[in-house]
């Protein structure tokens, strides 16, 4: 089953933790820095993508990581 994780782009400081606990999911904008969530969509400002349950692990580690809680899971 997929699941959608969110990112709250605007809030993201860049700090790659994100990016080293799960690269199959995140990587960091060279053009400004934060953070890119691979293949997402964006709906007013919340960038969001459907993962699969392989990758939900990682990324729950990630959002517990991340220092500013700009991503969310269900
Ligand atoms: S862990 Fe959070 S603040 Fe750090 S780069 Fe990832 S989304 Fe941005």
Redesign the pocket.
């Known amino acids: 089953m997929p699941v959608k994780i969110l990112?709250y782009r605007d809030r993201?400081?860049?700090?790659?933790?994100?990016?080293e606990i799960a690269p199959q999911t995140?990587r960091i904008s060279r053009k400004d820095g934060?953070?890119v969530l691979l293949g997402s969509v964006v709906k007013k400002n919340v960038h969001m993508v459907d993962i699969h349950e392989e990758d939900l692990e990682a990324n729950i580690r990630?959002c517990e990581?991340?220092?500013?809680k700009?991503?969310r899971l269900p």
Do not use: L, S
């Open positions: 990112h993201c400081i860049g700090c790659n933790a994100c990016v995140w934060k953070a990630a990581a991340c220092p500013v700009v991503i």
